[in-house]
Every structure is written in C-alpha cells, then in structure tokens.
C-alpha cells in the first residue's frame, strides 16, 4: 500500500513541551505515515489525548475522534482493515526445555528459544520508509490497570512517559499501538492526558481489603462494555500492564490466538508444596498443569482474555474468601485466580524470561546482559554507602516504591553508591528522567516525599588486626570438633565458614567479636601481625586457631607490587566470592583473594596477577588459568572469566545475604558448639 502523505500527530499536553533528558528532543508534533488497521490506532489514540480547549476539555470515558470533514480522520477511514499477518497460525511446540521449577513451556514457534526465533524475524526486515510492514506484525494494545490513590498515580504517569518514549523509539512498525488505562474507582486529573476507561471499584464485600481483585473486575466490565471497546481497542492483541512496570525497550507481541505470553515467577509455582497444594484443590485436573505465571505482564489475544476474564475474577473472590486459600496465597491470591482459571480453560503460556526483569539489591541480575523489555520495580532496593544490601531495613540509599505511599518521590533522586549494582542505576536514571520532563510541563508534585539518600558515611580504609583478618588467612582452628575447619574475615565485616556465614565487629585492641549464629570474642596474639588467637568454647574450654599454614603471607607492610592495581583492589580482601556458569545457577566458593597474590578456594591453593599492560587480572586454580575482567560489570561485587584451556566463559560473585540467598549462594551459619 502507498502512502501519499503523513499523519501530523499531537503529542499529549503532558509531554507537549518537554525535552527529556539524555535522548534527543521530543518535537512538538510527531511525524508518522498512515499505517494498515491497528497501525491507525496511534493516530485515534494522539487525536483523543490532545487537549481540547478549557472550555469543552476531553474527558476519556469516551473515545473523541474528529469529524467526518477531518481530513486526517478522512484519511483514516481509507486504511485497509487487513491484518499484516501468515493467515496460518503456528500450532504452540511443546519446549524440550524446563522451566526452572520444572514445569513446562509451550513455544508459539519451534525456535522460539534460539537467538533469532521465526516469530521476530519480521523485525529486522523494517524498512526506514516505506508504506508497508513486513508480514508477522501483531499490533496489540496496552491495557494499564490501576487503583485510584496518589500511588498508583505517579506511577501510572511514569509508565505514560516511557510508554511513549517506547513507542516512538520502534518506530512505524511498532507493535505498541494503542494505550488505555482501566482506572477502578472514579473520574480525575489524568482523563484529559491520558486515554481512560473508569470502572467503579468493588466494595469490600468482594475484595475483603485485597483491592487487585479490581484488575480482573475492570476488565470484565470493560469487556461487557462492547460498544466503548470497539471504539477504543481495534488491536487483536492486549499487553496488560501494571503502574510500577518500566518499559525499557519497543515490546515485540510474541502471542498468538492459542498461546499467551507471560512472565515466569517462582513463588508461582504449581510444586510449591503450600501454593501448589491448595491450588490442586481448585483445579481438578494434574496440577503442575498450572501455568506458573502471572496475568502480567502478559500478551495475549482478545479471544482469551474475553475467555479468561470473568473465571479469573470470579475465582479470585472466591480465593479470597475461603480461608486456607487466602493464608496460603497472601498478596499472589489475584495472580494464582488468573493461573488457575487458565489451567481450567485449558489456555497455554509461553514463559518468555526476556519479557521483564525483577532486580533487587540483593541478588544479581544484570540489565544489559538479560537485555529485558520491561523493569517490574516490585523490590526495593536498599544499600549502605558501600553498596552492601540492605535485607529487612532500611538502606543508606533506598529506592522503594513503598516509600513514597503518601507522597510522590522527588525530582533530582541523589546517585546510588558508586559500588551498587547495574539496576539501581537503571531505575534511579528512568524515575530521574521522567520526574524532570513531567516537572517541566507541570504534571509533577509541589509536594514530595523524601530522597533516596538517607544518610551514612562511606566506610573508613581498614588498619592494624581489621587489615591483617580480610588480607591474610584464612583461619583454621587447631583443637576442637571443628578442628581444620577454615573461617574467613572479609571487608563488609563479613565472615564465613564451611557451616555458613555471619559476621564480625571491628576489633578492639586484640580482640574482635564474630557472630556465627552464637557471639565468640577471639583474642589475636597480635594487633599488627597475627598469627593465632584464642576464645571461649561453648563447653568453657579454651579454643584456639592459627593463620592458614599454606597460605602464610608477609605482613600488612611488606609491599605488593599489584597492591593499587584497580582489578586486585575490587578483588583483595572483598567476599565471599564464588565461580559459576551463572550467578542465578550457583557456583562454587568461598573464594578468598589474599594479600601477595594466594587465592584460598574450595579446591584448595590458587594465585592471581595483573596482567602486564592491562586491567585484567590472571587466576589459576589447580594449574587452570583464568582471565578476569571487569570491563563492562557496573557495581564492584562482580567479574568476568574465560577459561583458558577452552574459553569457557564464566562468571564470580560476591556471595550475598539477602531473602533469596539461593541467587547468591549464602547461607546464614548453623549453630555448631565451637
């Protein structure tokens, strides 16, 4: 189809003279050609979010389109309804691989899960111009449900911005066509900028205080509703979005009419032995059949969720009524209404991982690397100025949604701390720069909560005993049941042993205390050389321990030669360390980098160096050799390694505590009787 001319398209007023930051400037009035059926829904959707005059402002219960005499609403009309798309739609393949809690994937094509999958080839087929996409395109529309409160608001109106800052950057081809946010409660500020359809909100006698029971409700209503759909929705396809989903990237529709597209959550898993067991008893049939998934983020086809939505809703009441499921499910009750109903009806999933990212602090993900379309900042993110996780309190930089209930967060958050990880910088960037534009146009808050900083001092250089423990060692003890057992000291004030780890205090005189699941005051012989200790056992004997025999270095004053090296400084004296294929797979450790170049490890004696002319650093562990890198790895707390002999690539990691230490490997101390 040829084009003769272009679409001269608003932009809403919310970003109608803003500049973001860091990207090139959005231009008051958006350049777009005529696009086939869906396509024009971006043309509909800017037209009905173009502030009218004050007099007769745009209220978006209904959908204003222009009149007959409009000639771009002409030329609208003229677009072909036909869909871009194979009229076959592959049957869904059943995947040859599993799910991390073993369940199983459907695939919407057979190499769904290769590199360059059939069903996204279409995309690197775009053309700059042209009148035309190529065949596969599945244009959907973002539904966007959200609760009526200051906090779903600010949200909602940061997603808005990087929706659209999404949706330009794809391009003419883009699949993110049409917006709608399904607001549950009553008409406010945000009709006039944004496309909004309002449901009234349940009362408590359905929700018992569990309001995202409104998500499944709104969207049954809006259903029934079919007049208001059709004038909104032309798209075969939904995306349903939440408030605290970042859109990083153009999102690909991957669905097709007999299979979903959702996200993979391990709490929702049908073989947890509490969810999984009372989920069994709402579903008759074999319960790891349950699609350990959520209703978002989640593409699906019209057809399904018209399928889906009235079970999905109708079962999460129910849920939420009935005692036991209501205490086994807890705040995941609405998404395990979704799953089950889906199991009932018999709708697949393909679990697409590369649809979002679920960071915290506390475990290691990284952004670039996983290259995910959606940030879900469901997790907090807590750091002491050292950038060691926060767990259960909080941080010297916080950035947690929760923090802002009764107020919006500021402009201008404070940087996190030079040693955090990639995904603090990723989401304290995105709020950053969304706050500045809605700030300039206006649309942001005179009245907002707190910074991200809250206080604290970047710790002090370790000297004396605290320099010596973290530096040297390990630690072996010499008498006891636990006799030969190592114990090693690491900056942070972490320490670690074969039963798990703890933690330690900075020590005073000769002595310092260690918290191994019991408190143990060891008594060094020295304060500037150590070599052995002495402390209490449980029974009131005395224990005693010694510096490592193998791995006998010179003092804190005998000069290294690699000691300033910026790669040996990341590595000397931090962990616990640990080596793997992956850091969500586990690995192996304790790994200690000691002064002198000695590497302790589970296989015994190792050794680094810096490499001659270069920030890399060269380990060898049992005559394997290794190259370290941190090039690229944002945060301190992470390295890259190729394995000579094979150039197997591999990855180490601090060992972290934190809620899900299975991320990291960490394992808090078992009570032993030292």
């Not at 003279?17 to 829904?41: F, G």
């Not at 000397?572 to 980098?593: E, N, T, V």
């Amino acid at each position: 189809m040829k084009t003769s001319r272009k679409l001269q398209l608003k932009k809403p007023a919310i970003f109608a003279h803003v500049t973001p930051l860091q990207q090139e400037p959005v231009k008051p009035v958006v350049q777009l050609p005529v696009l086939p059926r869906a396509d024009s829904a971006i043309a509909e959707h800017a037209l009905s979010t173009t502030v009218q005059s004050k007099k007769s402002p745009t209220r978006m219960t209904q959908l204003e389109v222009p009149g007959k005499s409009d000639p771009v609403r002409a030329q609208a009309l003229q677009v072909p309804k036909a869909l871009q798309v194979p009229k076959a739609v592959p049957v869904p393949t059943l995947s040859s691989k599993r799910l991390l809690d073993g369940s199983a994937n459907w695939l919407p094509v057979p190499n769904a899960e290769s590199a360059a999958p059939d069903d996204l080839a279409w995309r690197k087929l775009v053309q700059p111009e042209g009148s035309t996409c190529p065949l596969g395109r599945r244009p959907f529309h973002t539904i966007l449900t959200a609760q009526q409160s200051l906090y779903q608001e600010w949200q909602t109106k940061i997603f808005y911005y990087h929706f659209r800052k999404a949706q330009r950057q794809g391009g003419r081809c883009t699949e993110m066509v049409g917006f709608t946010r399904l607001l549950a409660g009553k008409e406010d500020g945000l009709m006039d900028v944004m496309p909004t359809v309002v449901v009234p909100a349940l009362g408590f006698d359905k929700t018992r205080g569990f309001p995202v029971i409104n998500r499944p409700w709104t969207l049954m209503k809006f259903i029934e509703r079919t007049d208001e759909w059709a004038k909104r929705i032309s798209e075969d396809y939904v995306y349903i979005a939440e408030t605290d989903h970042l859109i990083l990237h153009d999102l690909p529709n991957r669905a097709t009419p007999n299979l979903n597209v959702a996200f993979f959550f391990p709490y929702m898993s049908p073989k947890d032995p509490k969810c999984g067991g009372v989920a069994s008893k709402w579903f008759k049939g074999n319960r790891y059949d349950i699609p350990p998934v959520g209703p978002s983020p989640a593409i699906m086809h019209v057809d399904n969720l018209r399928l889906l939505a009235q079970p999905w809703y109708e079962l999460s009441v129910e849920l939420k009524h009935d005692r036991e499921a209501d205490g086994a499910f807890g705040w995941m009750l609405e998404m395990w209404g979704y799953s089950i109903a889906a199991a009932r009806l018999g709708v697949r999933h393909f679990v697409w991982q590369q649809i979002q990212i679920e960071p915290s602090a506390a475990w290691h993900q990284d952004v670039k690397a996983q290259n995910p379309y959606i940030y879900h900042y469901t997790f907090g993110v807590e750091y002491t100025m050292e950038a060691t996780p926060v767990v259960g309190n909080v941080g010297d930089w916080s950035l947690d949604k929760r923090s802002y209930f009764g107020a919006a967060p500021p402009t201008k958050l404070t940087e996190p701390p030079a040693c955090a990880q990639e995904e603090a910088f990723v989401w304290w960037r995105m709020f950053n720069e969304a706050t500045a534009n809605l700030s300039a146009s206006g649309q942001w808050y005179a009245r907002t909560g707190h910074d991200t900083y809250r206080g604290g001092k970047l710790p002090q250089p370790l000297s004396g005993l605290a320099k010596e423990l973290v530096e040297s060692g390990p630690w072996v003890l010499t008498n006891g049941p636990y006799k030969g057992k190592q114990l090693h000291f690491y900056r942070r004030l972490v320490v670690y042993t074969p039963w798990g780890g703890g933690s330690w205090i900075l020590p005073t005189g000769r002595t310092v205390s260690v918290k191994l699941c019991e408190q143990k005051i060891l008594t060094f012989d020295s304060a500037t050389n150590p070599f052995s200790f002495t402390y209490t056992r449980t029974d009131g004997s005395v224990g005693s321990g010694t510096r490592d025999p193998n791995f006998v270095v010179g003092s804190s004053g005998t000069p290294w030669q690699y000691e300033n090296h910026p790669t040996i400084k990341r590595l000397l004296g931090h962990g616990p360390w640990a080596i793997g294929d992956a850091p969500i797979s586990g690995g192996q450790g304790p790994i200690s980098f000691l002064r002198g170049g000695l590497v302790a490890t589970p296989w015994g004696f190792g050794q680094y160096m810096a490499l001659e002319n270069s920030q890399d650093v060269e380990l060898t562990i049992r005559g394997a050799k290794h190259r370290l890198s941190v090039e690229g790895i944002i945060g301190c707390y992470q390295f890259n390694a190729v394995r000579e002999s094979d150039q197997h690539a591999l990855r180490g990691w601090v060992m972290i505590r934190h809620v899900s230490m299975e991320y990291t490997g960490w394992r808090d101390a078992e009570c032993r009787k030292l």
